[in-house]
């Protein structure tokens, strides 16, 4: 009769070839080998069939000791594998909003949308929703965090915004986009592509706003948001085609551009004939010097334009300054909406 250690071996050995092995068949296959040798032990066992005296006890010892031998490994076998097991990933995307691509034809070429849509929009119901414009829209822009304060400030227990969707416009090239031919040399030098503002606003005009109307539940209430440059296209847009959207929110406005002639322009916006209600909010940090030849200063050129509408006495338009000393030309974006979505809310 074979000695325990060389069964204990030849255990091993039957068992050990699907050790490290991941297969489901393998493991089934080693669980079902051990469970047959427990099964096997216990009917001789339980068989009483075995010679009395010495050599009966000697054979019941070593029984007893391959079946527990057997239940070792059988546990070694469950729980190893099982413990090596890959865990089942149950993770998901967090989506925030969808991507569009389309084709400008006024532009000639494909432009990227980001948007957001508020919680429980629905195509197939009857409400509507206003919609804010984002300009510098682009995913590594402003978009996620402007996205984030329209819905924070859309919650039940905050409401300085209704629930709005939210379209970011990506950037292609806004020197392009948003700045307007300039008479100074040496910005046409350093900006080789600007001044093609009148392309980009028709472009929003005829195709951008129809489109998200036609495909979106939207009820004409239209916001535009734009800073540094994007701030300077939407001081364009204002004081050259202002009922295109009924609020303005303008952040560290890039005025300097032509040294400052936007500032000089005559528009309908400041007569007492322009009747449209339209809330404007004009914000800037602590900004200091522009980047220009003939030093001018951003902090006096955001106020001397909201001096401007100002001055025409127009019940029509709804004018907030807002001078946040402890932002600068980099922090001030998230600031600034922040603080225009409180003051619309409070007129």
Known sequence: MPDDTQIFHDLCRSFGNGFGRYKTETILFQ???????????????????????????????????????????????????SNNLPAQDTSKPFVIGRVETFHSSVLGEDRILNIYLPD???????????????????????????????????????????????????????????????????????????????????????????????????????????????????????????????????VSPSLWWDNGSILTLNSATYTPAFNRPTDIYIGVGKEGLTPTTIPRVMEVDANLLADKLSATKNKSLNIRFDYLPAENHGTIMHQAVLNAFRLFSKK
């Open 120 to 250: 429980g929009y629905n195509q197939a119901d009857s409400v509507q929703y206003p919609v804010i414009y984002l300009l510098d829209g682009s995913a590594d822009e402003d978009f996620i965090h402007i996205a984030g304060l329209v819905q924070f400030c859309s919650f039940e227990w905050v409401k300085q915004v209704p629930k709005s969707i939210v379209v970011g416009i990506a950037n292609v090239d806004r020197r392009r986009d948003f700045t307007f031919p300039t008479t100074i040399q040496g910005d046409k030098l350093a900006n080789p592509t600007s001044g093609h503002s009148d392309k980009f606003i028709r472009f929003m005009e005829s195709e951008l706003l129809p489109q998200m109307e036609n495909k979106y539940k939207i009820n004409g209430n239209r916001t535009l948001i734009g800073e540094s440059l994007g701030g300077l296209l939407a001081t364009e847009i204002l004081l050259k085609n202002a009922a295109l959207f009924n609020k303005y929110i303008i």
């Open 31 to 81: 669980i079902s080998g051990v469970l047959f040798v427990n099964c096997t032990l216990i009917t001789l066992l339980s068989s009483g069939n075995y010679p009395a005296g010495r050599h009966c006890k000697q054979i019941y010892v070593h029984k007893m000791k391959l079946f527990i031998i057997s239940l070792i490994l059988n546990t070694t076998v469950v729980f190893g594998y």
